[in-house]
């Protein structure tokens, strides 16, 4: 009886820990889904630091490219 024992700790042990990855990875998602962390204020200064000329449609298209990479 003691191996059932061990043996139904250790299911619930794994069975845990991938319910709770999986809570984590959605409130992760949704969090950086409704808090980006660069805004294209902050892109356009960084192009304007590295000496470019920050155009909007640029802009644009970075913006779309970072918010595929998070899907």
Known sequence: MDWMLVIVGLIALL???AI???IARKYMMSYLKKNPPINENM??????QMGQKPSQKKINQMMKAMQNQMK
């Not at 892109?43 to 304007?48: A, N, T």
């Open 43 to 48: 892109l356009r200064v960084m192009m304007m």
């Open 15 to 17: 069975a845990g820990a």
């Open 20 to 22: 709770g990855f999986f």
